[in-house]
C-alpha cells in the first residue's frame, strides 16, 4: 500500500505491528513516521527510540522493542539507514514473528528487503516518488485549504522544477501560499520568480528546446544557469551525463523501476527521460554523448577554453539536431 491507503486505513482503525517502508521519498517516509507516533504514542520522551548506522546495535534494538511502554497505548521504535542482514533478522524472528500488541516497529529502507516481506504480519509501505497527477492534485488542495487558487499548469511547473520532490514542493507551496495569500491565487510569474529551477530541470528543459527546434530558448536556459553561479565545466559534465541518461534509456528494454536501480536515478527522472529521448534519434542521442565527451577532453587537456568548449557543443548538437 502506499501512504494515502495506509493513512485511510489507520484512520479506519486498522492496526498494523510492523512497517517497513521502501522507496526514494523520504517525504513519504517522515510523513508514516510522524502519523504513527501521533496516533499510538503519548509521551514520545520515554516511547520512542530512533536507531540508525551510527547507534545501531541489534541487542539494543531488540531491547527497546520489547520494551513495556510507560503511559502510552505503544511504544514506537524506528530503524533507518541500517540494512538488517540475514543473521540479524534471524535473531529477532521471534519478535517479527509475533510482535507485542503494545510494539511497534518501523523499518526504514531504500533498498529492496526481500528476507522482510516474506515475513508474515509485515506491512509493506510504498514510499516512492508520486506521480505528476497525484502531486497536481495535493497541491490544488494544499493551497484550497489556505483559501489559495491554482490552475493544475501552474502546479505542474512547481512539480516539474521541483523534479516530483515531496519534500521541496512542501516548502515551495508554503512559501507560495505565504506570498499569494493576499491575492488569493498563485500564477505561474509567482512561480517562476519564487522557486528555484534545479539544475537537472533546467538542463531537461534546455534539450526539450532543442528537441524542438527553439534553439534561442534552450540558449536562454544556458545563460540563466551561468548567471546563477554554474561554471562552464561543471555544465558540460551534467549536459553529457544528460544526453548519456538518455541514450541508455532509448536503447533499453527494462521498466522505469529497473533502469531507477541500474542508474541511481529517481523513478520520476527515468520515466521523464523516456518520455524526452523519444523526440531524438539513437544515432543523434550517441553523437551528442560523443561530442560532450570530447569537449570535457578538450577543457582537461587545456587545449579548449571552457567557456568556448561549452557553446560549441551546445552549437554543434543543435546544428546535428537540424
Known amino acids: 500500500m502506499n501512504f494515502i491507503q495506509l493513512k485511510n486505513r489507520l484512520a479506519e482503525n486498522e492496526e498494523f505491528s510492523i512497517y517497513l517502508l521502501e522507496g526514494d521519498e523520504d517525504y513519504f517516509k517522515r510523513k508514516v513516521i510522524e502519523l504513527v507516533k501521533n496516533k499510538f504514542v503519548a509521551e514520545p520522551s520515554l516511547n520512542y527510540a530512533y536507531f540508525n548506522e551510527s547507534n545501531f546495535s541489534i541487542d539494543k534494538l531488540l531491547t527497546s522493542l520489547l520494551s513495556y511502554p510507560l503511559m502510552s497505548e505503544k511504544r514506537l521504535t524506528v530503524l533507518t539507514e541500517h540494512v538488517l542482514t540475514k543473521d540479524e533478522i534471524n535473531f529477532l524472528a521471534p519478535y517479527l514473528q509475533t510482535p507485542p500488541k503494545d510494539s511497534l516497529f518501523i523499518i526504514v529502507s531504500n533498498e529492496k528487503t526481500e528476507l522482510l516481506k516474506k515475513i508474515e504480519g509485515i506491512t509493506v509501505v510504498d514510499c516512492s516518488k508520486a506521480d505528476e497527477s497525484t502531486l497536481i492534485k495535493w497541491i490544488k488542495a494544499k493551497c484550497s485549504e489556505n483559501g489559495v487558487q491554482i490552475e493544475a499548469q501552474v502546479a505542474q511547473a512547481i512539480v516539474q522544477y521541483c523534479l516530483a520532490d515531496m519534500t521541496r514542493i512542501e516548502i515551495e507551496i508554503e ?10 491565487v498563485v500564477i505561474i510569474d509567482d512561480v517562476n520568480a519564487l522557486v528555484w529551477q534545479d539544475t537537472d530541470y533546467k538542463i531537461y528543459e534546455m534539450t526539450d528546446y532543442i528537441s524542438r527546434k527553439k534553439f534561442d530558448l534552450a540558449l536562454n536556459s544556458i545563460s540563466d544557469m551561468l548567471s546563477k553561479g554554474e561554471t562552464p565545466q561543471r555544465l558540460i559534465l551534467s549536459i553529457y551525463n544528460y544526453f548519456r541518461r538518455l541514450l541508455h534509456v532509448s ?43 570530447d569537449y570535457d577532453y578538450m577543457i ?23
Request: without cysteine; charged residues 35%.
Open 175 to 184: 512559501k507560495l501560499i505565504s506570498f499569494a495569500i493576499d491575492k488569493s
Open 251 to 293: 536503447i533499453s528494454d527494462k521498466t522505469d523501476a529497473e533502469l531507477s536501480q541500474l542508474l541511481s536515478l529517481k523513478e520520476y527522472a527515468v520515466k521523464k527521460a523516456r518520455e524526452q529521448s523519444r523526440a531524438f534519434k539513437k544515432r543523434a542521442l550517441k553523437r551528442a554523448v560523443d561530442l560532450l565527451m
Open 300 to 322: 582537461k587537456n587545456g587545449s579548449q577554453d571552457q567557456t568556448q568548449a561549452l557553446w560549441l557543443s551546445v552549437f554543434r548538437i543543435m546544428v546535428e539536431e537540424q
